[in-house]
């Protein structure tokens, strides 16, 4: 069973602390967008573009429950 982008974020928090969080998980975001301008197939972009989307989500979670927005 697939763990919800709050649940991820909770995790994240209680693993790493809130900021530590929020670094891994935004740096994660920029990693995957980089990678996406290199990619040969559309598919393949759409794809890193896709998971860059969603570590910035829990990434803006995170820094939403500590109040670093």
């Known amino acids: 069973?697939?763990?919800?982008?709050?649940?991820?974020?909770?995790?994240?928090?209680?693993?790493?602390?809130?900021?530590?969080?929020?670094?891994?998980?935004?740096?994660?975001?920029?990693?995957?967008?980089?990678?996406a301008q290199w990619c040969d197939s559309a598919s393949d972009e759409r794809r890193k573009e896709q998971l860059a989307e969603g570590y910035g989500r829990i990434a803006a979670i995170i820094e939403q429950i500590t109040g670093k927005a």
């Open 1 to 35: 069973m697939s763990q919800t982008a709050e649940q991820i974020a909770a995790n994240a928090i209680a693993t790493h602390g809130a900021i530590e969080a929020a670094r891994i998980y935004r740096e994660t975001e920029a990693a995957y967008y980089s990678e």
